[in-house]
């Protein structure tokens, strides 16, 4: 079920498995903590995602060959059947209103849906960190509800404003900077998750869990909401 | 103590080697985008690999020296002049307080390199002083900005002899590692993209190049999204391909082909939209062995506390 394949020059990629599941992140966090702990010295760089570990080494240190092997090693090994590490809950308030959630009302009319449905709906989960990337602070929430899943815009945004919480296929996410996009924006937070506060960096981990909560308009605006 | 900007260009960045140890968190590597000049103009000076550079791309750019201070020039050749007088590049040269350093028009290869003694002080973010405008870290230099970096006197013993002096007008063939989906790919997909010449397309800038060419019918487009290296190619849902330079994201869910050789990337670095590639397939062994010389003799990585987690 564990594959290693070529990656890069001085990089390899371990998939630990072949579709989404929620047992995964935590599992390759895990092993991403063993590789750093085993391999001090040769690792530069880790990069996690869904099913998979991009795994960047010191060309000073070892080869593909070797380094392989190795991690191939330490594969076998380790027991994907560990208790569950502890993760933090982040807690994430959102204003559902029409005049920052751009793709909402089109949404709503699709799913038959009122506003107050679809915020129980989206608010009623307890997402999983499956993913960082994109940009840094982008974490890839899973799963949404099928009942509010939605494909990714067939023309992206050129900008979505800072903070825009975004739904695509079933996941969700914040924008932490302006960017270019294609997520159905359902919403917005007041929080800021740029690298203004370079604290942010850290504000995700693979496995955390993550829950929205609906604010007013009166709240968003009081806590410096910008339309 | 520095420079002052006079006038900053297109797009004047302070770039080092990069933000190397930071995927868990989303941050791009960032970094020079030609690695082979950067190396050389640090080299040139006896700095340490990492030092910070200057990353000119097409010119227009002015400053003016607050200091005395050992510089060095290399990669394109953007008509560079001191007080309105041609300079050689790929060479250190000492200027004097005053001096007015000037790029102009792209001549040779589009992104030129200013490296100085003991490298530009500029505030580092996440342990690199690289800019990368799609993160929003740090920012395109600006008119009458300071450029920190410290006065230096010297003359070193250090010379490039010319065969390593690249020339950037000469076909560029991109050596591709099999890597990644490669053998997803059919021979009749495989011998298409290796048998043709691509064109760089206008669509071409720190985060990735998109290549024009004879498209490759795929069945399947997207994929979980997984770990992207530099130099990774992918072939987007037109069949083209987009090859991931030093601002791509960590993270992304298209098919790729393959990755190419870094030094290669040096070389497309300095090509502008027009300009033809094409690719070649290279073993990994290959790629370790040349990689590993070039480390070796710039002093890449080695007792590095910069490339540790």
């Given at each position: 079920?564990?594959?290693?394949?070529?990656?890069?020059?001085?990089?390899?990629?371990?998939?630990?498995?072949?579709?989404?599941?929620?047992?995964?992140?935590r599992?390759?966090?895990?092993?991403?903590?063993?590789?750093?702990?085993?391999?001090?010295?040769s690792?530069?760089?880790?990069?996690?995602s869904?099913?998979?570990?991009?795994?960047?080494?010191?060309?000073?240190?070892?080869?593909?060959?070797q380094?392989?092997?190795?991690?191939?090693e330490?594969?076998?090994?380790?027991?994907f059947?560990?208790?569950?590490q502890?993760?933090?809950?982040?807690?994430?308030?959102?204003?559902?209103?029409?005049?920052?959630?751009l793709?909402l009302?089109?949404?709503?009319?699709?799913?038959?849906?009122?506003?107050?449905?679809?915020?129980?709906?989206?608010?009623?989960?307890?997402?999983?960190?499956?993913?960082?990337?994109f940009?840094?602070v982008?974490?890839?929430?899973?799963?949404?509800?099928?009942?509010?899943?939605?494909?990714?815009?067939?023309?992206?945004?050129?900008?979505?404003?800072?903070?825009?919480?975004?739904?695509?296929?079933?996941?969700?996410?914040?924008y932490?900077?302006?960017?270019?996009?294609?997520?159905?924006?359902?919403?917005?937070?007041?929080?800021?998750?740029?690298?203004?506060d370079?604290?942010?960096?850290?504000?995700?981990?693979?496995?955390?869990?993550?829950?929205?909560?609906?604010?007013?308009?009166?709240?968003?605006?009081?806590?410096?909401?910008?339309? | 103590?520095?420079?002052?900007?006079?006038?900053?260009?297109?797009?004047?960045?302070?770039?080092?080697?990069?933000?190397?140890t930071?995927?868990?968190?989303?941050?791009?590597q960032?970094?020079?985008?030609?690695?082979?000049?950067?190396?050389?103009?640090?080299?040139?000076?006896?700095?340490?690999?990492?030092?910070?550079?200057?990353?000119?791309?097409?010119?227009?750019?002015?400053?003016?020296?607050?200091?005395?201070?050992?510089?060095?020039?290399?990669?394109?050749?953007?008509?560079?002049?001191?007080?309105?007088?041609?300079?050689?590049?790929?060479?250190?040269?000492?200027?004097?307080?005053?001096?007015?350093?000037?790029w102009?028009?792209?001549?040779?290869?589009?992104?030129?390199?200013?490296?100085?003694?003991?490298?530009?002080?500029?505030?580092?973010?996440?342990?690199?002083?690289?800019?990368?405008?799609?993160?929003?870290?740090?920012?395109?230099?600006?008119?009458?900005?300071?450029?920190?970096?410290?006065?230096?006197?010297?003359?070193?013993?250090?010379?490039?002899?010319?065969?390593?002096?690249?020339?950037?007008?000469?076909?560029?063939?991109?050596?591709?590692?099999?890597?990644?989906?490669?053998?997803?790919?059919?021979d009749?997909?495989?011998?298409?993209?290796f048998?043709?010449?691509?064109?760089?397309?206008?669509?071409?800038?720190?985060?990735?190049?998109?290549?024009k060419?004879a498209?490759i019918?795929?069945?399947k487009?997207?994929?979980?999204?997984?770990?992207?290296?530099?130099?990774s190619?992918?072939?987007?849902?037109?069949?083209l391909p987009?090859?991931?330079?030093?601002?791509?994201?960590?993270?992304?869910?298209?098919l790729?082909?393959?990755?190419?050789?870094?030094?290669?990337?040096?070389?497309?670095?300095?090509?502008?939209?027009?300009?033809?590639?094409?690719?070649?397939?290279?073993?990994?062994?290959?790629?370790?062995?040349?990689?590993?010389?070039?480390?070796?003799?710039?002093?890449?990585?080695?007792?590095?506390k910069?490339?540790?987690i």
């Amino acid at each position: 079920m564990h594959k290693i394949i070529l990656a890069g020059e001085s990089s390899l990629l371990i998939y630990f498995g072949n579709k989404i599941d929620p047992s995964l992140p935590r599992n390759i966090a895990n092993f991403a903590n063993q590789l750093k702990k085993h391999f001090s010295e040769s690792i530069v760089n880790l990069t996690p995602s869904y099913t998979s570990l991009l795994v960047n080494y010191d060309l000073n240190k070892t080869n593909y060959q070797q380094f392989k092997t190795q991690v191939s090693e330490l594969l076998e090994q380790f027991s994907f059947e560990q208790a569950e590490q502890i993760s933090k809950v982040i807690h994430i308030p959102v204003y559902y209103g029409f005049e920052v959630a751009l793709d909402l009302e089109k949404l709503l009319a699709e799913k038959e849906l009122t506003i107050d449905e679809f915020i129980h709906i989206h608010t009623s989960q307890t997402y999983q960190v499956y993913a960082i990337g994109f940009s840094p602070v982008f974490a890839f929430l899973g799963q949404v509800d099928e009942k509010i899943q939605a494909p990714r815009l067939a023309t992206p945004r050129i900008k979505i404003p800072a903070g825009s919480v975004g739904i695509a296929d079933r996941q969700t996410a914040v924008y932490p900077i302006d960017s270019s996009g294609g997520w159905n924006i359902v919403g917005r937070t007041i929080l800021d998750l740029s690298l203004n506060d370079p604290k942010n960096l850290d504000k995700f981990k693979i496995g955390d869990k993550v829950r929205f909560y609906s604010i007013s308009r009166d709240e968003f605006m009081r806590y410096g909401g910008r339309e | 103590m520095s420079f002052k900007v006079i006038k900053p260009g297109f797009l004047t960045t302070v770039q080092d080697y990069g933000r190397l140890t930071h995927g868990e968190q989303g941050l791009a590597q960032s970094g020079v985008m030609d690695e082979h000049a950067y190396a050389w103009g640090n080299y040139l000076l006896g700095n340490h690999y990492f030092d910070a550079a200057l990353e000119i791309t097409f010119g227009s750019v002015e400053l003016e020296a607050l200091d005395d201070m050992l510089i060095c020039v290399c990669g394109a050749d953007l008509d560079f002049k001191i007080n309105h007088q041609t300079v050689d590049i790929w060479n250190s040269i000492q200027i004097q307080k005053g001096d007015r350093l000037s790029w102009h028009l792209p001549k040779h290869g589009i992104r030129a390199y200013l490296a100085v003694k003991g490298g530009f002080e500029t505030q580092k973010f996440f342990n690199s002083r690289s800019v990368n405008l799609r993160e929003h870290i740090g920012a395109k230099i600006t008119q009458d900005e300071i450029i920190t970096c410290q006065a230096s006197i010297g003359q070193l013993d250090h010379f490039i002899a010319p065969k390593y002096m690249p020339n950037y007008h000469q076909e560029v063939v991109l050596r591709l590692l099999p890597s990644y989906q490669y053998s997803e790919f059919s021979d009749a997909q495989k011998t298409l993209f290796f048998s043709q010449t691509y064109t760089i397309s206008n669509a071409n800038d720190r985060t990735g190049c998109r290549l024009k060419g004879a498209p490759i019918a795929i069945k399947k487009d997207k994929m979980i999204s997984e770990g992207m290296c530099y130099g990774s190619v992918e072939i987007a849902s037109d069949g083209l391909p987009i090859i991931l330079l030093k601002d791509a994201p960590t993270i992304g869910g298209y098919l790729k082909i393959g990755t190419v050789f870094s030094l290669d990337l040096a070389q497309l670095a300095q090509q502008q939209p027009g300009a033809k590639v094409r690719f070649e397939l290279m073993a990994i062994h290959q790629a370790q062995k040349e990689r590993s010389v070039f480390n070796q003799f710039f002093g890449v990585g080695v007792n590095s506390k910069a490339l540790k987690i």
